[in-house]
């Protein structure tokens, strides 16, 4: 449950789309006061292009939901680099796609919808879950009661040439020192996201993931694809359950809320004959996301407590009372620290 490198490098793949579509989810502000870092003024939008930063954001969302395209992916962070190709097709409310890793362990990832299947060639194991969509038009851009502005400021930075294509560049600073800045990069035609930096409070790149080639409008086949998709022969399928359930049902709680972050979702893995099953407890604050892992603690796995860093994913580990907690996110570390201190059991 707290992660391997290949389920980290395959989120680090995704990493611009899921900036996009963590901003598809309604975000409630929380008022708190939060240690405050200096950060230079952000000038607007400029005059001739009134975009706001939720506008910015519907228009990437709407071009990674819509826009058939294949292209190789790389992702830089902490001196390793990892690569994969992508093959994503849309036809109406359809999505497919197929991603082949071509760095580290050899893996298959097939997406349909909200279903996914992971083939693992050198076990011979193809694992399918479900996974839930955030839908093509999320609610909270058709309001104004989006919060994201209220913690990240943006600006535009012009235009550059990438993969092949022209894009333009935003900035998007925190405006305290809990989260991370970006800058992302997207196709000036359609807003696909080409290429997304992240920054520390210092403003210094900490991660870079960028398509190195891209080819969008690319004739894949939706058919072909889910048919590949369905070819288990020869391996064990496994199909993890994961049940939907909230912190205070099973008895978690944080004592404060952590600025701007919001409970998205909460879900846990049935018992087995090795005891109970571990809860993940999910935060975002429209573009950043935290998770929280609550397992049983096992004193011959459960060494010691540590923190690692790795690009912009932080890990923090300690022991709580009977419990082992593992937190991991795309946060200064402190942030994580703040979400581990006010983590307590309530029955």
Known sequence: MRGSSFKTMIFKCFRPFALVLYACTAI??????????????????SVSDPRSLNDWLLRM????????????F???????????????????????ERVETLTGAQRSIFRHNNQVITFMPEHKVARSEKRESLGLFPEMFQS????????????????????????????????????????????????????????????????????????LDAPVSMNQLIQMMGKVEGY???????????????????????AGFTAMNCYKRPASSAGEGPLQ??????????????EPFDRQRHVRESSLSLGATQT????????????VGEVPAATLQLFASGLERKK
């Not at 969302?61 to 190789?72: D, E, I, K, L, W």
């Not at 994961?242 to 099973?250: N, R």
């Open 28 to 45: 409630n502000y929380v008022a708190a006061q939060v240690p405050s870092i200096s950060i230079p003024p952000v000038a607007a939008a």
């Open 61 to 72: 969302h709407q071009a990674s939901s819509q826009r058939s395209y294949v292209g190789t």
């Open 74 to 96: 790389v992702v830089s962070a902490g001196g390793n680099m990892s690569s994969a190709k992508i093959w994503h097709v849309c036809e109406g409310k359809q999505q497919v």
């Open 144 to 215: 104004a009661d989006s919060r994201i502005a209220d913690f990240y400021q943006f600006r535009r930075e012009g235009i550059e040439r990438v993969a092949g294509v022209d894009a333009d560049i935003i900035t998007l600073m925190p405006r305290d020192s809990l989260r991370f800045g970006y800058r992302v990069w997207s196709e000036r035609q359609n807003g696909l996201v080409v290429k997304l930096q992240t920054l520390d409070t210092d403003g210094k790149v900490i991660e870079q993931a960028a398509f190195s080639e891209l080819q």
């Open 236 to 258: 064990r399928l496994e199909k993890p359950v994961l049940v939907k359930t909230t912190a205070s049902a099973e008895g978690w709680a944080l004592r404060a809320p952590v």
């Open 281 to 294: 407890w999910i935060f975002s604050d429209g573009l950043a996301s935290v998770s929280i892992f609550v």
């Open 316 to 327: 923090l580990t300690r022991q709580l009372d009977a419990y082992w907690i593992t937190l």
